[in-house]
Nanobody, 125 residues
Framework: QVHLVESGGGLVQPGGSARLSCVAS????????IGWFRQAPGKEREEVSC??????????GDSVKGRFTISRERDNAKITVYLQMNDLKPEDTAVYYC????????????????WGQGTQVTVSA
């Protein structure tokens, strides 16, 4: 099981930037893909981005391609996955969650077994 803690959310103006962090701890971290999902009120949870465990391949949802960047760092017993978000839009407003799944990324939230508590991102003037 992987323990995940997100941070970095808040209020951002349209066109602005923010960086989310997800600190993962647990056994066998190097075998887990880490993904970011988001959920806005009344909407289903959707894929934002993911970085695989096997070769570091990154994936992005269509709505964030070219604006968001995911990266992964190893530091002793923890892995931190960052989500750099640029050119933010009001439609990016949501609770952002990080999640872990063995080896490879999936666009389906149901394929991820471990989840963080989420962090709110609000894009508004």
């Amino acid at each position: 099981q992987v323990h995940l803690v997100e941070s970095g959310g808040g209020l951002v103006q349209p066109g602005g930037s923010a960086r989310l962090s997800c600190v993962a701890s647990g056994v066998g971290l190097d075998h887990f893909a880490i993904g970011w999902f988001r959920q806005a009120p009344g909407k289903e949870r959707e894929e934002v981005s993911c970085v695989s465990a096997t070769d570091g391949t990154t994936h992005y949802g269509d709505s964030v391609k070219g604006r968001f960047t995911i990266s992964r760092e190893r530091d002793n017993a923890k892995i931190t996955v960052y989500l750099q978000m640029n050119d933010l839009k009001p439609e990016d407003t949501a609770v952002y969650y990080c999640a872990a799944e063995l080896f490879t990324c999936s666009p389906r939230a149901g394929d991820f077994g471990d989840w963080g508590q989420g962090t709110q991102v609000t894009v508004s003037a």
